[in-house]
């Protein structure tokens, strides 16, 4: 709560100042409403997810995930200011190396590499409108909210003139892999109120907390920022099996020769009574 | 966002792999790998893992998974072998002593090459010259032999050719393959195909059964269930060491591979009986030729991503 109401005066102070001077070039016609008597925004997200964790089960084939909420006002509304919602899904961070192909002797061999000490293995962005025009610059470097920044830093020396190359080669492997995406309007804004994001996360999901993020802004600046997460587990015989591999190897191991070796058994004997 | 676009049938999520797979593709690809285990005595190693990279699985998965997957359907065959006398036991044994000496070696290479970080080259180069000149030869003696047979109208007498082989000491009779020599030969021959899967992370089928033919004048019949034989105990090290220091064998995918495999396998041991020697060397040259073009082409060829992402750090 403390974070929150922190977070929030950091939204305020952001808001106050520069949205004057944009507020007299979007609506210049407004007689009789003086901009400075204008109310403090004062808004809070109150938010809620459809789940808070998801089982891998053996026939798990992707899951719906519907983020939902409203704008919360002690006052009325702000006027003039441009309102958008981001909603932000992140799946566990972990390393990735980016490799890069070049001809050596007339065969293609990989040359350099960049190191990623942090990379979600799944990220999705839904906005409620294009993401250039409704976060600035500022806010989106400090929240980490566009894809290429839900990268953390580099592992290890940088052995590469330029790594620029490299990072956007990750995004776009992972962007045709379906793990990252960027929807712009799948955030639905109903009266300025209520809003709602629908999330299709894959099949090929890793195990881990996802992390929920919401941020409400307006013109750009953050109002307020809500985060939860859901929790991704294996259940039932992927749990166990998962479990058994590595917590007592030499057993599964041995469980799976065994299994190898009687169903290669079984296979003859039942081929051989066939015929 | 869009309600999922595909309509999903039969998929089923692999515990250690974690992805989601369609149960037939899975099976499917199992069956193919069986059919050619048992039809020229090769484990399939070469053929399945790329196979399953293809399908999304991990790389580390694959090659773990892959040799569980080989334990199988090699056991499908030796039994089918056995039952037709079809295995060199000794011979068998001396090979799998060879085998396990140079696997040890070859992971030791294995582990320098991927410290300097030139693996994947290496593996892709040992497959294109390995594969390219072993398909290359046998297809050769394959067309030979049928041309010589076609002229002359009969089976082509069988030489007995006394090299400095066979002046070799350790002689011992291999009953079976119906040979006197030292075990010398078939112990380096071991240890070479041995060192070579390992680093190419394979049975090395393809490798022994045209060295056995070749260089230990081993008569075909009992090559492929000899083969086997060993690929069978080489196989079952390689997924105990991966399960145990790696964590990256899928039992679920090893499961549904070996349901298809062990099928594929009882089907093709029973064609191959049917076929002649030396039309299964030239279907296996060909296939071989096949797999090493490819790769070789992939070598060449501008690859379409320049950048490519491997998850862990180096």
Redesign the interface.
């Known amino acids: 709560m403390m974070i929150r109401a922190a977070l929030l005066a950091l939204g305020l102070c952001a808001v106050a100042l520069p949205a004057l001077a944009q507020d007299q070039q979007v609506l210049p016609a407004r007689p009789g409403m003086p901009i400075t008597n204008r109310p403090e925004p004062d808004e809070q997200i109150v938010a809620g997810l459809s789940r808070d964790n998801i089982g ?7 899951s ?1 995930i519907l983020i939902y909420g409203a704008i919360k006002r002690e006052t009325p509304e702000p006027e003039g200011q441009k309102l958008a919602v981001i909603v932000t899904l992140e799946g566990p961070l ?9 001809r050596e002797f ?5 040359t350099a ?1 960049v ?1 990623v ?1 942090a990379a979600p ?1 799944y990220y999705a962005v ?1 906005t409620s409108g294009p993401l250039g025009d409704i976060l600035d610059r500022r806010t989106d470097t400090q929240q980490r909210i566009s894809i290429p920044l839900a990268m953390r830093a580099f ?2 020396p940088i052995t590469v003139d330029d790594s620029i ?2 990072t956007e ?2 995004v ?3 962007k045709e892999q379906g793990l990252y995406k960027l ?1 712009t309007g ?1 955030v639905h804004i109903v009266d300025n109120t209520l809003f709602r ?4 996360l894959p ?5 881990g907390d996802y992390k929920t993020r919401i941020f409400l802004l307006r013109d750009g600046k953050l109002v307020d920022k809500y985060q939860s997460a859901i929790e991704v587990r ?1 259940v039932g ?3 166990w ?2 479990t058994l ?2 917590e007592n ?2 057993l ?6 065994a ?3 009687f ?6 004997a039942i ?2 009574f066939v015929r | 966002m869009q309600p999922p676009q595909r309509v999903q049938f039969m998929q089923i999520y692999l515990p250690i792999a974690e992805v989601s797979v369609n149960i037939f593709t899975l099976l499917g690809l199992g069956g193919i790998v069986g059919l050619l285990s048992g039809l020229f005595g090769v484990g399939g190693g070469f053929l399945i893992t790329p196979l399953l990279f293809f399908i999304g699985i991990p790389p580390s998965v694959a090659v773990a998974t892959g040799a569980n997957q080989v334990v199988a359907s090699s056991v499908s065959g030796v039994l089918a072998q056995l039952k037709r006398k079809a295995v060199d036991i000794p011979m068998g044994l001396v090979l799998l002593v060879g085998g396990l000496l140079g696997s040890a070696s070859g992971i030791y290479v294995f582990n320098l090459l991927t410290e300097l970080g030139q693996i994947d080259l290496a593996v892709q180069l040992c497959y294109v010259v390995f594969l390219g000149l072993i398909g290359l030869l046998m297809l050769q003696e394959g067309i030979r032999t049928i041309q010589e047979q076609r002229k002359g109208g009969g089976v082509r007498k069988k030489r007995v050719e006394h090299t400095w082989v066979h002046k070799l000491p350790f002689k011992f009779k291999f009953r079976a393959s119906g040979l006197y020599i030292s075990v010398i030969p078939p112990l380096l021959v071991g240890v070479a195909v041995g060192i070579l899967a390992a680093i190419m992370g394979v049975g090395g089928g393809f490798i022994m059964v045209p060295a056995m033919i070749y260089l230990l004048n081993m008569p075909t019949k009992v090559v492929i269930g000899t083969s086997l034989f060993q690929i069978l105990f080489v196989s079952a090290f390689t997924t105990l060491m991966h399960a145990i220091t790696n964590q990256t064998v899928d039992v679920m995918l090893a499961l549904l591979l070996i349901v298809g495999g062990v099928i594929g396998a009882q089907i093709g041991s029973r064609l191959g009986a049917r076929l002649k020697a030396e039309q299964l060397r030239i279907l296996l040259a060909l296939l071989v030729i096949i797999v090493a073009g490819k790769l070789g082409l992939d070598l060449v060829l501008h690859p379409s991503n320049l950048y490519s992402i491997a998850t862990g750090g180096e």
């Open positions: 891998i089960t053996t026939s798990f084939d992707g719906q972990g390393p990735v190396t980016i490799r890069k192909k070049s007339g065969i293609w061999v990989n590499s190191g000490a293995s839904a592992s290890g190359p490299f080669a990750l776009d492997i992972r929807e799948g994001a629908d999330f299709a099949a090929n999901l890793t195990e294996k015989l992927e749990r099996l998962y591999a590595h190897a030499a599964y191991g041995l469980l799976s020769l299994l190898a070796v169903a290669g058994w079984a296979a003859a081929f051989r």
